[in-house]
C-alpha cells in the first residue's frame, strides 16, 4: 500500500492537482457535473491538497475535508487559508475507521476522488455502507477514480462503481466515461433513510 504521508511530504503535489491538465480539467468535469448550483453540507473524503475543497467551499455552505496524511490535510488547511476560506474545516482520519459524522448525521454531497480503490473489499464494504448512512434523502454522491492499472490498487474502478450502483435507496444520474476515468454521480431517494 501507498505511503501518502512519505508521499505528500516528498512533493508538494504528488499527483500534480495544480498543474496538469488532465488534473485540471478532471475538477472541472467533477464540479460542471454537480447537478445543484448550491449544497447544504459537502463531505470530502480524500481531500488532498485541497484543489477540490477549495471549489466544494464555493458552492457549500459547509465543507468537512478528510484526509489521512498529516501532511495532505496540512496543505489542504493552508489553501483554505489562503483563499480566505471559512466555510470548510479538515479532518486528520483514517477512513473507513474512522468517521467524521456522528450517527444520524447526514450531508447533502459526498464526494470521493481518486480514493475508494485503494480500499480492501471488507474496507470498501464499511466506506460504502457508511457514506450510503450519512447522506441525507436527496442528496448527490460523487465518485471519480481512474480507469488504467497501477501497482497498489485493490478495486476495479468499475467493479467499485457497481458496488454503489448496488446500494439501495441511490439512484445514478450522471456518468462520465472518460478515456482515462471515470466520474458517477448517485441521488439517494427522497424516502430513503439516512
Known amino acids: 500500500m501507498t505511503d501518502f504521508e512519505a508521499l505528500y511530504r516528498n512533493h508538494p503535489d504528488p499527483w500534480s492537482v495544480r498543474s496538469a491538465w488532465y488534473e485540471r480539467r478532471k475538477l472541472g468535469l467533477l464540479m460542471a ?17 485541497g484543489q477540490a475543497t477549495v471549489e466544494l467551499a464555493a458552492r457549500s455552505d459547509a465543507v468537512l475535508a478528510v484526509d489521512g496524511a498529516p501532511t495532505a490535510a496540512a496543505r489542504c488547511q493552508e ?4 483563499r480566505g476560506t471559512i466555510n470548510a474545516r479538515v479532518y486528520l ?16 454531497l459526498i464526494v470521493v476522488s481518486e480514493l475508494a480503490y485503494y480500499f480492501s473489499d471488507d474496507a470498501l464494504r464499511r466506506f460504502i455502507q457508511c457514506c450510503s448512512r450519512s447522506l441525507a434523502p ?32 441511490l439512484r445514478r444520474i450522471v456518468t462520465h466515461d472518460d478515456a482515462r476515468f471515470r466520474l458517477d454521480i448517485w441521488r439517494k431517494h427522497e424516502g430513503a433513510a439516512p
Do not use: I, N, S
Open 79 to 82: 489553501a483554505l487559508a489562503q
Open 93 to 108: 482520519l483514517d477512513l473507513p475507521g474512522q468517521w467524521p459524522l456522528a450517527a444520524g448525521a447526514a450531508v447533502d
Open 138 to 169: 436527496g442528496g448527490d454522491w460523487a465518485m471519480c477514480h481512474y480507469t488504467l492499472p497501477f501497482h497498489d490498487r485493490l478495486q476495479d474502478t468499475a467493479r467499485l462503481h457497481r458496488a454503489v450502483d448496488d446500494t439501495a435507496g
Open 33 to 49: 457535473a454537480l447537478p445543484r448550483e448550491r449544497y447544504r453540507c459537502a463531505l470530502e473524503l480524500g481531500c488532498g491538497t
